[in-house]
Every structure is written in C-alpha cells, then in structure tokens.
C-alpha cells in the first residue's frame, strides 16, 4: 500500500472518578489522517486545516509519533502524512491524540500493520509528551482502540478494554481557552485518603456499572470530590451547565479531559439531544460561544475512511 | 419458623488496591449462628464457644445487629442467639462480621425475610460499628452476599457483586493480634494524588479483570503502594510469606483486612494447595505460631445451615 487515509476520532478523557485512567472514543468529530509512503526518508508533515499547527516534524505531535514509529521499524522509507483536522486544538477532547493516533495507524498500514495496538498506543504518546509535556494515554488508547478504555498503566503500556451498553456523549465546547498548565497547576498533590477512598469506590463501581450495563450505578458513580472541585473554576459556568444536562435527563457527566469542553451521558441518541438543547439554553445566556456534539460512544477507534 | 441456624462465612476485604471498599467471601472457616424466636422481648445471646466475647446483648456484635433488626421491623417479639464461632475474634478475616451477618440472617428467616440484603448490610454494619468504632461493609456485605462485592458507598448502602472467574483463596493467619487502633494509626491521612491515581487504576483494573475472567491481569492489578507499605510493618514476615505464594505460582495477595492474616489468590485449588505448603515452609522458620486454610471463592454469602 502506498497511500492511505484514517479518522481518528475525538476522546474525552479524565472521565469524572476516572482522572489520568479512563477515556472513551465518540464518533465525531474527527481528523483525517492521510499516510503517503515516500522515497525520501523521515517525515514530512502538510496541514489542509486552518488551525496553523507546526509542520516542522520534530515540533508536531503526529511527526514525533511516526518517527517514533520508524525508528522502531527501522524502515527504509520515509512517510508523507497530511491533516485535515476537524478537532480544535485546545478543545479538551484529544485533538492532539486525534492527530498522533490517526498518523500511527495510517503509517502502520503502510507497514502491513507490523505493529499491534499497545505500540502504537506507545508511539502516540510522544505526541502527548511534545503537545503537553508528559506521556499519558488516556486520550490515545481509547482513540487507537475504540469504546471505553481503562489505562492500567504506561510504562509499559497496559490498557484494558471494557464492555459497556448503549451510551451517548453530548459534548459542549465553550470557545475558550485553558491552558493545561494552569488545569494541572491547580490540583493538590497530596488528597485525603478518605477522599482517594470514595473515588476509587466510585471508579469501581463506575467500571462495574459499564460491564453489567447498569445505567443507574453508571450514574451514582459519576462522582469527583478530587479534580472537579479544583478544576470547575476554570470553566465559566460549567456548575449551570452540568445542572442543566442533568434536569434533562443525562446520567451524569462533567469534565472532558482538562476542559474547557464538558460531557453528559445518556441512554439514548434522542436524550443526548434533549440534554445538548438544554445545556446550550443554558450556555447561550453566558455571551460565551460554544459548539456542541452529540454522538454514539463507539466501540472502534481510529480507522481508514 | 421458630428456630433458624446459620452458617456465615469468613471474609477477606481491604483487597489490595481495593481497600476500604472491596471483599470477598470464602467457603470456610464460618461461624454458625442460630436465631430461636422468644415470647420474651429483646435480644439474648448465649456462646457455644471458647472465645469468652460477651454476652451482653449491647456489648456483643450479634447483639446490636439483631436489635437493630428488631427495632426497625417493630417486632412484637425477642430472639435468643445461640453463636458457635469458628472465625477467631482478631484475625483479619472478618470475624466480627460473620457473627453480626450471621444473626442478622437467621433473624432474617424468622421475620419471613422481610428485608432485602442492603438492610441487613445496615443492620451488620452497626456489630462493625461496637467492634471497630467504625460503620464499614467490606466485610459484611461480601458475607451476606457471597463472591465479591463492591462497597461504592454505605450511606447509603450501595453495594455490587461482581462477576469472577473461578478463584481460590489460601489464607495465613498467624497468632498474633495487630490492634484495629493501631492498623488505622499507621495510615497516612494525606497521600500522594498520583499515588491515588495508581490506586484507583488498579482497582479499575482488577475489576476488569474479574469482570473477564483475565487472570493476568486480575494479577497485575494486586498493586498496593499506599496501604500495604504502611501496615506490613505490623505483620512479622509479611514481605516472605507474600514472596513465598508468589513464588509458588499464586495469582498475587497481600493483607486480609487490617491483619494480621494474610491471603493469596490463585487459579485452581490445586495450586492454593501448593501456595499453602510454601507458605506454611516460610512461615514456620519464624517461630510464630499460625493456621492456614484453602478455600474457593463462593458465590453465596450466609446462609441456612
């Protein structure tokens, strides 16, 4: 194959109890990632975006992915890779994972996909280390493999796919910006145990909840007494926004990844309208603009066109 | 019905990385408790063995359980309790609550079953509460329950049992007493929020894995860095006895509730055995007196003789 195109689909990350561990994919929006195999060796990177990313390689997520990819490799060809990204950077929703898994996946089909998920997940994450600078995965691998995914740890990559039932994310994307620097700056570094207690009860009945498909025990556990509380100030309204999205029926929600974009759980694609209505009744009175998703979490990730 | 006995099963909680909210039911030891309805009001409780714990209806953990029972179904009547404990007061694997859940079932059967599992968890956890000074259900709720059970939250009580695959436990109980007071004094009151982070992971994780029958990963997971490094020091030859079942092929362990028992997971009794011997070999060199016991992991939880 010498040439070839994948959606890689925005993530939501630090799912509530599930901060720095757990992540789902949805199905929009998503970038598009064409892989160009090329005599000259190394990566060249071509934006057919208007976000004005870097294209010199070492200084773009998805050109540090893929060398990390040929390196290991040890290919003897270089890689074209052109992105039309459809996710904002600085969105909340993993638009740097978006573009580093969409790179890896489309250049390790040109590799006759040599490589098996926990490696690409590995390559991705340098383009979370250059974006953000620190390696994580929990927008990478549910962008690599689809669905919920629980990252049990990352050196060495250890990610566990889990089951879940019919859910629906409305996403909500204040257009402003947070830097993740200050969303990392305002979390404490040590937390009561009694506190750590009730999250990881949480996050375990939360897993526990996806793999019996119990949407009431999804919804008790989507509870955050740790990151939310510190984070929630840096999100204009994000307290009336969430109330709105739960008077409308959601499951439950809260921070998507280190924000600004919020996320609601529900049942069925016609609630995660009624909840995206609600929620942006609510926004539109705050002068703030937002776009808003709604989409079916799905249980594939990045994938050709 | 006027008279009901009932056998109530020993108990690992505090699961590793599961502390404070998960446990487990074994098949043996188990206390066996007997309710006989009385035109006298009021709880009486009577010892059929050797432990010399008092008989004094509010001093005694069936006691209270039971008259918490009696208070909320208005009854008209009392209930003597006849207790034959084989689960040592102090050991670590819920003893306390084999003898509270024990009660509070047979009780149970008399009053016709009229209260559903999470009630007797509540009236349980108040014999927790006389034994430790604490309300906590990773005990009792696994032991009314059976197999594992998840302690999201206990005000309310909401519990959860999970899905496992085939388990077998092989126990070590050395003759020593670890004080309650002193289990919880040696435990930081802050910790690190990536220590946390770690925790909540792994639990994520090990729920997964039970979930999917992974015993690998169930393995991997049966990581601790906040509680164990804190309580091994009160356990001689914690860190030889853990290496020993580790080395004979046990899945992992680590302590049974606050001590000072330890326990060891494996995949086939065959192999419990197995962990048993090599336990028992390390352990023996020490000097200290202490039992062991194999047992698979039971989907039932108290119940009729």
């Known amino acids: 194959m010498k040439e070839v195109t994948v959606r890689a689909p925005a993530t939501v990350s630090n799912v509530v109890c599930g901060f720095d561990c757990l992540g789902f994919a949805i199905d929009g929006p998503f970038d598009e990632v064409t892989a160009r195999r090329s005599d000259r060796s190394g990566v060249s990177i071509t934006h057919e975006d208007g976000f004005g990313l870097p294209t010199d390689p ?12 040929l390196a290991e490799a040890q290919a003897d060809f270089g890689i074209e890779i052109i992105i039309e990204k459809a996710i904002k950077p600085g969105s909340g929703i993993g638009s740097s994972g978006a573009s580093s898994c969409g790179a890896v996946v489309a250049a390790n089909w040109l590799l006759e996909e040599q490589f098996p998920p926990e490696k690409l997940i590995e390559f991705a994450m340098e383009g979370e280390r250059l974006a953000s600078g620190s390696r994580h995965a929990d927008n990478v691998a549910p962008c690599i493999l689809g669905g919920f995914v629980l990252v049990r740890s990352i050196d060495p990559v250890d990610v566990v796919r889990l089951d879940f039932p019919p ?22 570094e040590l937390v009561p145990l009694a506190s750590a207690v009730r999250n990881w009860s949480n996050l375990g009945a939360f897993i526990a909840g996806l793999e019996h498909g119990d949407y009431d025990l999804i919804g008790r556990s989507l509870v955050d007494e740790i990151v939310e509380p510190a984070r929630r100030g840096l999100i204009p309204h994000f307290e009336e926004a969430k109330a709105a999205g739960i008077s409308a029926g959601a499951i439950g929600g809260g921070i998507s990844g280190s924000g600004p974009s919020m996320f609601m759980l529900s049942k069925t694609r016609e609630r995660a309208e009624i909840v995206r209505a609600a929620i942006g009744e609510a926004y539109e009175t705050t002068g703030i603009a937002f776009n808003t998703y709604v989409s079916e979490i799905v249980g594939h990730g990045a994938s050709l066109r």
Request: proline share 6%; net charge neutral.
């Open 58 to 69: 070492e200084k773009n997520v998805a050109g540090v992915a893929v060398a990390a990819l």
């Open 167 to 188: 859910l629906f994310a409305t996403v909500i994307h204040p257009q402003i910006e947070v830097r993740t620097a200050e969303a990392r700056a305002v979390l404490p």
